[in-house]
């Protein structure tokens, strides 16, 4: 089993940034892939991005990309989300996931076995 846990989030103003971390315990073996979803209020679960181990290779949605930023830091079992120029439209909870595995629907939450509990991130306008 994988624990994850987040930390990081807040409030801001549109145009701010804010820096989500996400630390995984437990069979870290298992985390290879590790990213990020997040859920507004009265909608799906959405995927933002990920970010693989051994290449560090990310891929993010279209809404995020150019504003969000995925690294990890692999001693340290900890992958982050750097958001700037946040927009009203990004507040949501945002969550950690992992999985072992890479596929090709990786935006899918369906494809990680593993959650952390979500941090809530609020951007007035």
């Known amino acids: 089993q994988v624990q994850l846990a987040e930390s990081g989030g807040g409030s801001v103003q549109a145009g701010g940034s804010l820096r989500l971390s996400c630390a995984a315990s437990?069979?870290?073996?298992?985390?290879?892939?590790m990213g990020w979803f997040r859920q507004a209020p009265g909608k799906e679960l959405e995927f933002v991005g990920i970010?693989?181990?051994?290449?560090?290779?990310?891929y993010y949605s279209n809404s995020v990309k150019g504003r969000f930023t995925i690294s990890r830091d692999n001693a340290k079992n900890t992958v982050y989300l750097q958001m700037i120029t946040l927009k009203p439209e990004d507040t949501a909870v945002y969550y950690c996931?992992?999985?072992?595995?890479?596929?090709?629907?990786?935006?899918?939450?369906?494809?990680?076995?593993?959650w952390g509990q979500g941090t809530q991130v609020t951007v007035s306008s």
């Open positions: 970010i693989t181990r051994k290449s560090l290779s990310t």
């Open positions: 437990g069979q870290t073996g298992s985390a290879n892939i």
């Open positions: 996931a992992a999985d072992e595995i890479f596929v090709s629907n990786y935006e899918s939450p369906d494809q990680y076995a593993y």
